[in-house]
């Protein structure tokens, strides 16, 4: 089956730095890519949606200053946490879509921030 | 607007019970697709299910079932004889087509506890 990965799978940073994601689709492109952040015994929140080569949909109350989506290739997208603060400590899953078909949609492992 | 109902927050049984877990959705599209998904504590989510709305037809995989009634708007999930490595966080989730294709929410999650 379709693998998705992510990089790191944790990290740790301090308040007002900033974090990178990495989503990769190791088998298959990728036209679309989807972030989700998931609070503690919380469901998974789609923060946007982001097609190769274009801007980044976000979902209403999303800070797209704050979290910077970029998918410069067909199996690669970015998530950057500028300016991180504790508030934003929570687990960042990505998913990829291949083509259109709404089956065809791969989850990553998920990476866990943690903004000491 | 799109939206999964899961109302049962935690359910706990005894190892061998069988236990149904409920979703409800909201939908305006008549071509959507349901899924299921089982979270582990690891936090990779595992893909159970999936189905398109043109299809009511029950699955059963295993000690899996799932039921699926338009009329109710309702995709429930059955696990028979539950086992102790059935406890996880399972996620009910909801794709419709929007503006940029198909995006997929999801419910609230209902945290199971199998007690051996």
């Known amino acids: 089956g379709a693998v998705v990965s992510q990089h790191p799978s944790w990290v740790i940073c301090k308040s007002g730095t900033s974090v990178k994601i990495e989503c990769r689709s190791l088998?298959?492109?990728?036209?679309?890519m989807f972030w989700y952040r998931q609070f503690p015994k919380q469901s998974l929140m789609l923060m946007a949606t982001?097609?190769?080569?274009?801007?980044?949909?976000?979902e209403q109350g999303v800070e797209k200053d704050k979290f910077l989506i970029n998918h410069a290739s067909l199996t690669l997208s970015t998530l950057t946490v500028t300016s991180a603060h504790p508030e934003d400590s929570s687990f960042y899953i990505c998913?990829?879509?291949?083509?259109?078909?709404?089956?065809?949609?791969?989850f990553g492992p998920g990476t866990r921030l943690t903004v000491t | 607007a799109q939206k999964v109902t899961q109302a049962q927050t935690e359910i706990s049984v005894v190892e061998k019970e069988d236990v149904t877990l409920d979703c409800v959705y909201e939908?305006?599209?008549?071509?959507?697709?349901l899924f299921w998904y089982k979270q582990p504590p690891s936090g990779e989510l595992v893909f159970l299910i999936r189905?398109?709305?043109?299809?009511?037809q029950n699955e059963i995989s295993g000690r899996y079932s799932w039921n699926f009634q338009k009329s109710t708007s309702s995709f429930n999930f059955t696990i028979t004889a539950s086992q102790v490595v059935d406890s996880a966080v399972y996620f009910c989730?909801?794709?419709?087509?929007?503006?940029?294709?198909?995006?997929?929410?999801f419910g609230a999650g209902t945290r199971l506890f199998v007690k051996a």
């Open positions: 998913s990829a879509r291949t083509g259109t078909g709404v089956y065809e949609q791969y």
């Open positions: 088998d298959f492109q990728a036209t679309t």
């Open positions: 189905r398109n709305s043109f299809d009511e």
């Open positions: 989730a909801l794709s419709e087509a929007g503006a940029g294709g198909f995006k997929t929410i």
């Open positions: 982001s097609n190769e080569g274009s801007k980044a949909t976000y």
């Open positions: 939908t305006r599209d008549t071509t959507y697709y």
